[in-house]
């Protein structure tokens, strides 16, 4: 085995395992970025596709969860910071550690109620990202 096997190998390693960049390449790597979608094209794709339509709108309604999970983080811990210390700069980190931690929280609470475990979300996303594209491409013919 000389050196460029090796090299072969290694690269064919990393390849797979930071093949999730792809999909950030897919997203975020464009010469000409997307138009904007509304709540409406997604709708559409929803009703569209039966396996990655189901998935893509459990990932929209986990999204609820999170949120609120950092608002009620973020009050509590913001308030027993402020009750107890009335230090600006406390209460402000106190806010926004409760938020993190409530946010990943109700994101948690999301995979379990929504059976995200399950569901391959970035092919969920990735599919959606396709159909945008295919969908403002033929708009433009």
Not at 38 to 48: C, H, L, M, N
Not at 90 to 100: E, H, P, S
Not at 123 to 140: P, T
């Amino acid at each position: 085995m000389g050196i460029g096997e090796h090299f072969e190998g290694v690269k064919r390693h990393w390849e797979r395992n930071l093949g999730f960049l792809d999909y950030f390449k897919k997203v975020y790597g464009r010469a000409e970025p997307l138009p904007k979608w509304s709540d409406a094209d997604v709708e559409e794709f929803i009703a569209s596709d039966p396996v990655y339509g189901p998935q893509l709108k459990a990932l929209r309604e986990s999204r609820k969860f999170a949120l609120a999970g950092a608002l009620v983080g973020a009050a509590h811990l913001g308030g027993v910071a402020f009750k107890y210390s009335k230090a600006p700069h406390g209460v402000v980190l106190a806010t926004g550690f409760g938020a993190v931690t409530g946010a990943v929280l109700g994101a948690e609470v999301a995979e379990h109620w929504y059976q995200l475990y399950k569901v391959d979300k970035q092919g969920a996303n990735l599919r959606f990202i396709y159909w945008w594209e295919d969908k403002v491409s033929g708009q433009k013919s």
